[in-house]
């Protein structure tokens, strides 16, 4: 009731956002889509036009099978919002070129269907899709996604190579030289051996104010640093640039960490040295060379716990 003695509605707070702009989701997943075409054409190079098929073989999957659950649920269509066709090249870029079509088949089924669109689609899946599809080939079909082999530029014959890491991992040599590494010349996952490309296309997403540099360097500086201090042949004896370049650091730093888990500066930074922690406790102390996909996967899951750790005190109210 106001001073007049009329009776007035108070006011009805909506959920945010309350910031408008004029990026659409479609025009942030398109410039992603566009910054992954480097990595793409480095894969076709490095190992043939099979790269290229499996890219298109699990974006098509990942777009056809969002455009028929949200049909037949009858929910907004938003297959066209490159989002799908963003997992399906991240998802690609995860698979040697010797993984079985029906593996990228089956693995985009899933990460559409079961990881993002049944936790109520974009925004609310609770993990990266593309690695959780990632992670379910390697617990169920591992002899069909770990096989790596050598790039096509070597003239090596097409059998199963292990990659820089996982040689040395196994007390051998990473037997390829640090720019062969950068430059994508080795063993690996199609979209992760050209550390190059893969930076050109995350530079390219900077200068389009898509995503905020600083959380994958922290990552990643967080990855270098444990890994050097407890190196495997004592304290400080850790190779930094193998562990930089050897794997797929660089890629989980610049499209997969990247995701939009937190809005303040601090909570990305947190979760981002959350992520780099266990990545490198992975690869120091564990049987697994790489420790990307676990180390990303489980802070996704720790967000809730993280953001807690984040919370900000409300002006109004008192402190507990």
């Not at 070129?97 to 089924?109: E, K, M, N, R």
Request: charged content about 10%; aromatic content about 10%.
């Amino acid at each position: 009731m106001n001073h007049a003695g009329t009776v007035t509605k108070p006011a009805r707070v909506i959920n945010g956002p309350h910031v408008r702009t004029e990026r659409t989701t479609r025009w942030v997943m398109l410039h992603v889509a566009i910054s992954l075409i480097p990595a793409l054409l480095g894969a076709v190079y490095f190992f043939g036009i099979r790269a290229l098929y499996l890219t298109a073989l699990s974006v098509a999957v990942c777009v056809l099978t969002e455009y028929l659950w949200q049909k037949i649920t009858k929910k907004q269509i938003t297959a066209g919002d490159f989002s799908a066709v963003v997992t399906g090249m991240l998802l690609a870029f995860n698979m040697p070129a010797t993984a079985p079509g029906w593996v990228v088949v089956l693995t985009s089924v899933f990460s559409i269907l079961v990881v993002k669109q049944m936790f109520g689609g974009i925004g609310n899946n609770f993990a990266n899709p593309a690695l959780m599809g990632r992670l379910l080939a390697m617990v169920v079909w591992p002899g069909a996604v770990m096989q790596y082999i050598a790039p096509v530029t070597l003239n090596a014959d097409a059998v199963s190579s292990a990659t820089v890491l996982g040689a040395v991992k196994t007390g051998g040599e990473a037997g390829y030289s640090y720019l062969q590494m950068f430059l994508g010349e080795i063993p690996g996952a199609l979209g992760e051996t050209s550390k190059l490309l893969l930076l050109v296309g995350f530079a390219y997403m900077c200068y389009m104010g898509i995503v905020n540099a600083e959380a994958a360097v922290t990552y990643i500086v967080t990855v270098l640093v444990l890994t050097f201090v407890f190196g495997p042949a004592g304290l400080f004896t850790g190779d930094i640039l193998l562990n930089l370049f050897g794997g797929g650091l660089i890629m989980g730093a610049c499209y997969m960490l990247t995701d939009y888990a937190f809005v303040t500066r601090r909570g990305r930074l947190l979760y981002a040295v959350t992520a780099g922690v266990i990545t490198a406790a992975i690869r120091i102390f564990s049987i697994y060379p790489e420790g990307i996909c676990f180390g990303i996967l489980t802070a996704n899951c720790l967000a809730g716990g993280l953001s807690l750790l984040n919370k900000r005190h409300v002006y109004g109210t008192r402190k507990v």
